[in-house]
């Protein structure tokens, strides 16, 4: 092939994405609860080791390209819109006005708004630092995003605590610093109630993200465990307000099983929100873009999702690659990665109904003939061992769904 004029390069991208086929329509993408976060699509390709390979875009062009994708909710950070110095002044109002009059020009709404309380260094000995000032500093932040949610309709508020750890050992009193961290959340539910109760709104699900490895050495609260034992630990003064955002690759990372992380959010009754995205274990968190790495992993995720009526919002938490253009980012990388999860939704709606995984998930559970003597080891042992085969051929069964095996889909050479 020849080389690839500049001026045809975009129309090769274009074409090739419509020869893959297999896309929805923005009108059938906007039937699921799926969010478009600011950060995710004005992301410019920047990294610890990487300079910037996109240049930057502003809330109008993002909620104007999700819109048209079909993307019908948007997600923010505070400071992803709203510069630092603005923040609960004049200029903050005129900019939220204006996000409200993009979002009702494209059709879209705000769904969730998050704080940022990782970047800017006065966090760098976390939200709950030990300067008074410092944590006096997180109430507002944090409240002020209550403020801003309310404005612009969203029903969530999401929470990373960020550098809520330590990098070198004694430096911190534990038990104090998550003390200061519930006074935050604490804060910002009181204003929460405050703001909903003179708006005749329902108030905020808050939601705990939890993120293993970055980018203190050691973190205070790592994993959706932890902030689960953290939510009913007694520190919290309405606990009943603050459930879970887990993401998928933060599960992940650590070399857990996403799947049995949203399992035990959802006994819990603290499954609010869902950042969906794909990446490696015990790696860097690279966000790259949801069923590109482990589809079959993400449609067992989505197979207990549905099958315990989760309703909430699966919010688009990832990175287009550095190796993306921009024009590539709402060409590719967005529409592409709403039809993977719609498949794969609907695949699990398949996996939920298919007759053979019914069959063989119902044998397992009503087990062998009853041993003569109820205690007896071995003869349970024997009753139940050709049972146990079941579970090869459920996984089996998955990956035929997937692939497409079971509706005929093989390959003869």
Request: hydrophobic share 45%; charged share 20%; with cysteine.
């Amino acid at each position: 092939m020849p080389p690839i004029p500049e001026s045809q390069q975009q129309a090769l991208v274009s074409r090739l994405m419509q020869a893959c086929g297999g896309s929805y329509s923005p009108e059938t993408r906007r039937k699921y609860f799926i969010s478009g976060p600011q950060w995710a699509a004005a992301y410019q390709g920047q990294a610890l080791f990487h300079a910037p390979t996109r240049p930057p875009l502003g809330f109008e062009s993002v909620i104007h390209h999700l819109g048209e994708i079909g993307i019908g909710w948007w997600t923010t950070h505070d400071t992803d819109v709203i510069p630092t110095e603005a923040l609960g002044t004049d200029r903050q109002a005129e900019i939220v006005a204006g996000i409200r009059q993009a979002l009702a020009d494209n059709g879209v709404q705000c769904s969730m708004v998050t704080t940022e309380t990782f970047y800017h260094a006065v966090w760098a000995a976390s939200p709950a630092a030990e300067a008074p000032e410092v944590r006096e500093y997180a109430k507002f932040r944090v409240c002020n995003t209550v403020d801003v949610g309310h404005e612009l309709g969203a029903s969530f508020a999401v929470y990373w605590p960020g550098t809520l750890g330590y990098y070198v050992q004694g430096a911190i009193e534990e038990t104090n610093t998550l003390r200061w961290y519930a006074d935050a959340l604490n804060a910002a539910c009181e204003r929460d109630i405050e703001v909903a109760g003179q708006r005749g709104r329902p108030t905020l699900k808050h939601c705990l993200e939890a993120k293993p490895f970055e980018p203190q050495a050691e973190i205070l609260l790592p994993t959706s465990d932890a902030m689960l034992a953290f939510i009913a630990s007694g520190l919290l003064t309405h606990p009943d307000m603050v459930g879970l955002n887990p993401e998928y690759l933060h599960e992940l990372m650590w070399g857990a099983a996403p799947r049995a992380a949203l399992a035990r959010a959802l006994l819990a009754g603290k499954l609010f929100h869902f950042d969906i995205n794909d990446g490696y274990r015990l790696k860097h968190d690279v966000d790259i873009g949801v069923g590109l790495v482990n589809p079959l992993d993400w449609l067992n995720v989505l197979v207990l999702l549905r099958s315990h009526g989760y309703q909430g919002p699966f919010n688009l938490d990832f990175k287009p690659p550095r190796t993306t253009s921009q024009f590539g980012v709402f060409e590719v990388s967005f529409p592409t990665a709403v039809d993977r999860f719609i498949t794969l939704w609907e695949m699990a709606g398949e996996v939920i109904a298919d007759p053979i995984v019914n069959e063989a998930t119902a044998a397992l559970k009503a087990g062998g003939p009853p041993a003569a003597a109820a205690h007896d080891a071995d003869a349970i042992t024997r009753a139940n061992r050709e049972l146990l085969t079941l579970h090869e051929l459920i996984a089996h069964r998955l990956v035929q769904i997937l692939i497409g095996q079971h509706r005929g889909r093989v390959f003869t050479g």
